[in-house]
């Protein structure tokens, strides 16, 4: 009888976790902040990996391309729209997806969401016989995901104080560029199956179930609500002051105000904050909204710069490394080695010296917190040296027909520097907009892909017309002018934020 009920006990207790598992919106017992460096550390890993998802599945075909035409019978700009549409629709859904997590307050569910669309999509385009259905398909599997790369960096506002995000944006950044480096590697791989090109979606298929159950099993809801857990309501109070304390009690399920508030709100308050939520209409495009600040948008701009720069280069790196130094696709694959080491240490090394050193410029002001320190002395060096330096070696290298291993080491160089500039310039967005991390990543996302998608389709038309030397000095020129920006707002970027209200 009692092993009976040990064991009724037990199911009964698998039941309610895994019905506590699918809640959308579950109430926060505790500041997220809270939590212990070991579960916030696994909580971004995993974010990482549900970022990295949307680079990784946009080049992840690249070395099959060629298969695609041939065997789908497609004209070579339709092949190239399934790869340019995915970037462009990689940069507008962010903003969408930002807009759901902030009006409803969620982080985990829109992650679940994205997934299934991912999983769904990434077998309609095994699937698919016509080029058109394809590009279809590509567009709304980059609909799925993209909600990485706003939401996880909701989650990066929502565990770590201003002190401490730059080391968890390093880790959660080097997702974000890992995965476009690593496609291709396995990628070249997987074409050289019976499958051939159709094995990368079938692959997608897997690791989207596999990212799907690693988010459901582990990781929390932590969406903070900072009038919550930051503001500290007075005993004692005013009628109207005690009507918002408990009508935010009333949203977030708690007694926020506590037993001894000796005025109780009068009906007619009440009302009026109800009133004021319900005007409260939701837009999913409310995040563009956004770039009307200058202290958005021009970072916003830098950071296009930088990424698309990267992706052009990793673009016209295939056919490149194929007609110089006669590489198969496995082996062109196996070149993006050099970005992936590139972007591990420029991700370790910046995010270290980014929170260290912004904590020493606010010890030198006399703790006095200005959000343009996060412009550390770091991303100067990484933006002005390291990025350009890789794009010029690797250009004329393969220009001149030199060494591939300089060429290897000359866009490995190139990405050390492009991820702490990338970095450094998210968590400066989401330092200076309190509560809307989401969102203001999300409009860097849309910016940031917008450019990557203009300098892809033009690379190779640059190249063929100019040579991969001057291409990559042009774009060398684009992470200087860039930089030009950033200084601008390292100098005005007080003024620039007080002119638009922050």
Request: charged share 15%; with cysteine.
């Amino acid at each position: 009888m009692e092993k009976d009920e040990t064991v009724l006990d037990k199911k009964t207790r698998i039941k309610n976790y895994f019905w506590k598992r699918c809640e959308i919106s579950p109430v926060l017992e505790e500041d997220p902040r809270l939590l212990s460096n070991r579960v916030k550390s696994n909580i971004i890993l995993c974010a990482a990996l549900v970022a990295c998802t949307g680079g990784f599945s946009s080049t992840i075909y690249f070395p099959g391309l060629p298969d695609v035409t041939k065997e789908l019978n497609a004209p070579p700009i339709a092949t190239t729209l399934t790869a340019a549409l995915f970037i462009f629709f990689m940069g507008v859904a962010p903003v969408v997806w930002a807009a759901i997590s902030e009006y409803y307050h969620i982080r985990r569910f829109i992650f679940l969401c994205a997934m299934l669309i991912y999983i769904a999509t990434s077998i309609g385009a095994a699937f698919v016989n016509n080029i058109w259905a394809l590009v279809v398909v590509r567009c709304i599997q980059s609909i799925g995901v993209s909600s990485g790369q706003s939401v996880g960096a909701g989650y990066i506002s929502d565990l770590y104080p201003v002190e401490e995000r730059g080391s968890a944006f390093g880790k959660y950044m080097f997702g974000v560029i890992l995965g476009p480096l690593l496609g291709p590697i396995v990628g070249g791989f997987l074409i050289m199956s019976p499958l051939g090109w159709r094995s990368t979606f079938w692959f997608c298929f897997a690791f989207g179930i596999l990212i799907f159950f690693i988010t459901f099993f582990f990781i929390p809801e932590t969406f903070r609500d900072d009038d919550r857990f930051d503001k500290k309501l007075p005993l004692t109070t005013t009628t109207t002051t005690a009507a918002v304390a408990k009508q935010q009690g009333r949203r977030s399920g708690r007694n926020t105000v506590g037993p001894m508030i000796e005025n109780e709100p009068n009906q007619d308050n009440v009302v009026e904050i109800n009133a004021n939520e319900e005007k409260k209409v939701f837009n999913p495009f409310s995040p563009f909204s956004l770039m009307r600040h200058p202290f958005v948008l021009m970072p916003s701009v830098t950071a296009g710069f930088f990424f698309g720069a990267m992706f052009a280069t990793q673009t016209i790196l295939p056919e490149a490394f194929k007609n110089t130094y006669g590489l198969n696709s496995w082996q062109t694959g196996l070149s993006y080695l050099g970005a992936g080491i590139g972007n591990l240490s420029g991700s370790i090394l910046g995010g270290k010296l980014s929170d260290r050193l912004l904590l020493r410029a606010r010890r030198l002001r006399g703790g006095k917190k200005v959000v343009e320190d996060r412009f550390t002395i770091n991303m100067w060096i990484a933006g002005i040296i390291f990025n350009p330096l890789g794009l010029l070696l690797f250009g004329w290298i393969v220009e001149y027909k030199m060494s591939i291993w300089g060429a290897i080491i000359g866009f490995g160089i190139q990405c050390f520097g492009n991820i702490q500039v990338f970095t450094t310039v998210t968590a400066y967005l989401v330092d200076s907009l309190p509560g809307r991390g989401a969102a203001a990543t999300a409009v860097a996302s849309f910016v940031r892909f917008g450019f990557a998608c203009i300098l892809s389709l033009v690379a190779t038309p640059m190249v063929a017309a100019l040579g991969p030397g001057w291409t990559t000095t042009l774009f060398a020129c684009l992470s200087w002018v860039g930089m030009v920006i950033i200084f601008i707002l390292k100098i005005r970027g007080e003024q620039i934020r007080k002119w638009s209200g922050y």
